[in-house]
């Protein structure tokens, strides 16, 4: 028997859960000043990108896989990691309230909702 991987999800703002548990805090690029809880939003997961991990609140990138160096390496510092999450660094720009769940690889604007929760108009055909 040959383990299957699960279809990507449908929603843009939900990539591949790869760890870590919930976080949430302040998008943030790696450059300028570091927000009290930043949330590490990138294209790719760079190696060279590890000494940034202490104190992240959340890592989501555009890339990856949960297998990759920098995934792990969060895993081992408990950072909620989604990776997969399409047009990431354009979506959430430095300094947007966001929140990470590293096990579904959701990632959220807190107080927005989801495009998927709106209400729908439904129409009501009368009584024959």
Known sequence: MVAERPARPAAPDQGEGAGGGFGAGTA?????????????????????L??????????????????????????????????????????????TPLAVDGGTGAVTVPGVPHPSSAPTATRQEPAA
């Open 50 to 95: 590890a000494p940034l991990l202490p104190g992240l609140a959340g890592l989501v990138a555009q890339t990856g896989s949960p297998l990759s160096h920098l995934a792990v390496l969060a895993r081992e510092h408990r950072v909620p990691t989604a990776v997969g999450v399409a047009d990431a660094t354009t979506r959430f720009p430095a300094g």
């Open 28 to 48: 943030w690029h790696g450059q300028g000043e570091r927000p009290e809880r930043p949330v590490l939003v990138v294209e790719f997961l760079d190696p060279a």
